[in-house]
């Protein structure tokens, strides 16, 4: 056989295995595509129940055996925990929160590990509302696991932190405790001059 039958075969070869591979990578990419449609529709759901702060709603989309933990290090497992957990922040008697808006910003597409798992990751800027009139925002990072399940995308975990050094929380607490220190220290100056005066009284 000669040398430029051999190059010619060895150019139809390698044309072959290119064409292949394109197909074979341009059928995953429409695959992934079909994915991450279907998360964005999860993504929305979630979001416009979060917007209402309708808990039953939320909790459509969620895992049986979700895992929430929240800025607080609370932890919940379960939908029914998760539940409790926003009602006592939100609805409770004794609750903290009176109202708070989420601005949900997600950093990139959901990074996949087979066609039944992934993980989303973001950001965001949290208005909140303090039932004693306290009102700021708070900047949020989190990170999600979502799972498929029965033919359907659902929340598997829910991770958010903030900066544990710089945060409005952090100087809400710093006042509180500045201003509880100052109200201790002038009562205790009061109840020093007070005592003096009814010392020096029974002297006389």
Known sequence: MSHMRLCKISLLVITLCLSFALQAQAQGAGSDEAIHNELRALRDAMLAALERLDVDEML?????????????????????????????MLKGPNRVVDSVKFNVTVDALTILYGGDTGVAYGSSNDRYKLTDGSDF????????????????????????????????????????????????????????LLVGRIFKRNRA
């Open 137 to 192: 925002e708070v900047k949020t990072r989190w990170s999600a696991t979502v799972v498929k399940e029965n033919n359907r995308w659902l929340l598997a975990s829910v991770q958010s932190s903030a900066n544990l050094f710089d945060n409005p929380l952090l100087t809400y607490v710093q006042r509180l405790v500045y201003w509880g220190s100052g109200g201790a220290g002038v009562i205790g100056l009061l109840v020093g």
């Open 60 to 88: 459509k989309h969620v895992h049986p055996n979700v895992v929430f933990t929240a800025m607080n290090a609370e932890v919940c497992r379960g939908p029914e925990e998760v539940r409790a957990y926003f009602n006592r």
